[in-house]
């Protein structure tokens, strides 16, 4: 099954540093029963970028958390073993929780198929997409319209050969 890990630059830099994503249970997003239902599709490239879009905006909201991180949205995409993870039956369709699930334990890097990185081109717009979370999860409709400003730049692809030149030197 692919899944898609949100991170942070500094994030993908632990994970480059440890050889690992995640040290237990972590949150991915996947095409799970209820994304499909949700998006009405059965194209499967077109649910794979739902399930890569629902992850930026983890990675959208793991910078709001983080104001000492780049402001570029990361995702990594990762081929885990069937069972390994699992989404949340409780959540059904909760739109908070479509495509999310639990991977069991931590994934080696050198697994991943690919990782998607924002453009220094979008950093503007991220920085102002995650000051503007909290307004928009309270129902501000100006604050849901910077959030998806984000949402108009496309991340970049990038080979897992190439993340030590995302993550700077010495990482």
Do not use: C
């Not at 095409?31 to 959208?60: C, F, H, K, N």
């Not at 604050?143 to 030149?165: K, M, S």
């Amino acid at each position: 099954m692919r899944v898609y890990v949100p991170l942070t630059l500094p994030g993908l830099a632990e994970a480059h540093r440890s050889g690992h994503l995640g040290s237990g249970p972590f949150t991915a997003y996947a095409v799970t029963p209820a994304l499909r239902e949700w998006y009405l599709s059965d194209d499967i490239e077109e649910l794979e970028y739902a399930a890569l879009g629902r992850a930026a905006l983890a990675s959208l909201r793991l910078l709001a958390e983080d104001p000492g991180a780049a402001r570029r949205r990361v995702v990594v995409a990762v081929d885990v073993p069937d069972g390994t993870a699992q989404g949340d039956p409780d959540r059904g369709l909760d739109p908070a929780a479509l495509g999310q699930v639990r991977v069991a334990g931590s994934v080696p890097l050198a697994k991943a198929a690919a990782v998607h990185v924002d453009s220094s081109d979008a950093e503007a717009d991220v920085a102002a997409a995650a000051g503007a979370l909290a307004a928009a999860d309270g129902g501000d409709d100006d604050a849901r319209f910077v959030v998806d400003g984000a949402e108009d730049h496309e991340l970049l692809w990038y080979a897992t050969q190439e993340v030590p030149n995302l993550v700077g030197p010495g990482d």
